[in-house]
């Protein structure tokens, strides 16, 4: 049975995240439960929508990251792992985030990964809404393990949201998506984009439209997020404000994006809530945090500009410029014509 308004995230890699920091002459360490897909259910559960967390724990990382999780107020259903999980630690002592170590995920043994699909199926079906978050770690998890969940999600009715690239990507366009989030990093990396300008992300838009994804969003640092939404391209427009930590806001906006959509919203609505939360994550240290409230108020002043109409003002302020241009000449060259005349006579 479908429970309305509930999101399924499935978060195959959960990390834990062990972060440096100095507070005057204090130095503090803080210990959180990273990853896309934490940070996209902590966002969800942020904007006060049930969400249900479909993940897998492992060895000694695994330990201490399974009560971090479920502190992040979701619904925790996992797997137990005969690998461990991954972790990090950084350096934020002096303002910029510095990677000190990393030890990567161990791939899921077979058993245990068709427990953590079946998991993710039944709660699937019972969501409105499913997020397919990726990993850092490829190998623990095959791409062809996406394109049939996704599959078997929308087969029986169910709405399915997607922040992946590479090949996880390519595989659950098989299956189609209602809604897909990439950055513009992941189209060059990827070479679905020979390079970030307009015309070329715009041209990948449309392309992986084509292939399989309904709603496609493409966000680009610090400039206005694509997205590509009833056959036509906009942009994106936040309020100016300067960022604290720039990473997590593409997770915060699939996450907003999501929420929206399992609470029936449109996906205009889902979209600028979408791009609320990115905007307010990035004013913060927390990857994926933010308060509802603000989100709520900051998406008023967030606008979808079609790039049609973006266009049609510069042409016209073109042809503003230009006729201004000719008349400037056209006195110009009169006056000239006057002041020779004079001389001649």
Same mark, same amino acid.
């Not at 399924?8 to 897909?37: C, S, Y």
């Not at 590479?166 to 679905?192: I, M």
């Not at 994926?288 to 049609?312: D, F, N, W």
């Given at each position: 049975?479908?429970?309305? &308004? ?29 990853? !896309? +897909?934490? *940070? ?6 942020? #904007? ?13 990382? +695994? ?11 979701? *619904? ?43 998991? $993710? ?29 996704? %599959? ?13 690239? %590479?090949?996880?990507?390519? $595989? ?7 809604? #897909? ?16 300008? !307009? ?10 439209? @084509? ?29 100016? #404000? ?5 990473? &997590?806001? %593409? ?6 994006? /999501?929420?929206?959509?399992?609470? &029936? ?22 990857? %994926? ?35 201004? &241009? ?13 002041? @020779? /005349?004079?001389?001649?006579?």
């Amino acid at each position: 049975m479908r429970v309305t &308004g509930q999101v399924m995230v499935f978060a195959p890699a959960p990390e834990l995240t062990i972060t440096i920091e100095q507070a005057g002459d204090d130095t503090h360490i803080h210990l959180h439960a990273g990853g !896309q +897909g934490i *940070w996209q259910a902590r966002m969800i559960a942020t #904007l006060g929508v049930p969400v249900a967390l479909c993940t897998a724990f492992g060895g000694e990382t +695994g330990r201490v990251l399974e009560p971090l999780t479920a502190a992040e107020g979701v *619904w925790l259903r996992t797997v137990t792992s005969g690998g461990r999980s991954a972790a990090y630690v950084h350096d934020r002592r002096d303002g910029e985030r510095v990677e000190l170590a990393r030890s990567p995920a161990e791939p899921m043994p077979r058993h245990e990964l068709d427990e953590l699909y079946g998991l $993710a199926l039944t709660e699937g079906l019972r969501a409105t809404v499913s997020v397919l978050s990726g990993t850092r770690d490829p190998h623990v998890i095959e791409p062809d393990v996406y394109r049939r969940l996704a %599959g078997d999600l929308r087969r029986n009715d169910g709405l399915v949201v997607a922040d992946l690239t %590479g090949d996880y990507l390519d $595989a659950v366009l098989e299956s189609g998506l209602d809604f #897909l989030k990439v950055s513009h990093e992941e189209l060059v990396e990827s070479g679905r984009a020979p390079d970030d300008s !307009q015309e070329a992300l715009v041209k990948a838009l449309r392309e992986l439209h @084509e292939e399989g994804a309904q709603t496609v969003a493409v966000s680009r640092a610090e400039k206005p997020a694509l997205v590509y939404l009833d056959g036509e391209i906009h942009e994106v427009r936040l309020p100016s #404000l300067e960022p604290a930590d720039h990473r &997590g806001a %593409g997770d915060s906006m699939t996450a907003g994006v /999501a929420a929206t959509m399992a609470q &029936g919203g449109d996906m205009r609505t889902a979209i600028r809530i979408g791009g609320a939360a990115g905007a307010v994550n990035v004013t913060r240290h927390g990857l %994926g945090t933010g308060r509802a409230s603000v989100i709520s108020k900051l998406m008023e002043e967030v606008e979808l500009v079609p790039l049609s109409q973006q266009q049609t003002r510069k042409a016209s302020s073109a042809a503003r410029n230009d006729g201004a &241009g000719r008349a400037a000449r056209k006195r110009g060259a009169g006056a000239a014509g006057k002041q @020779e /005349a004079g001389r001649s006579a």
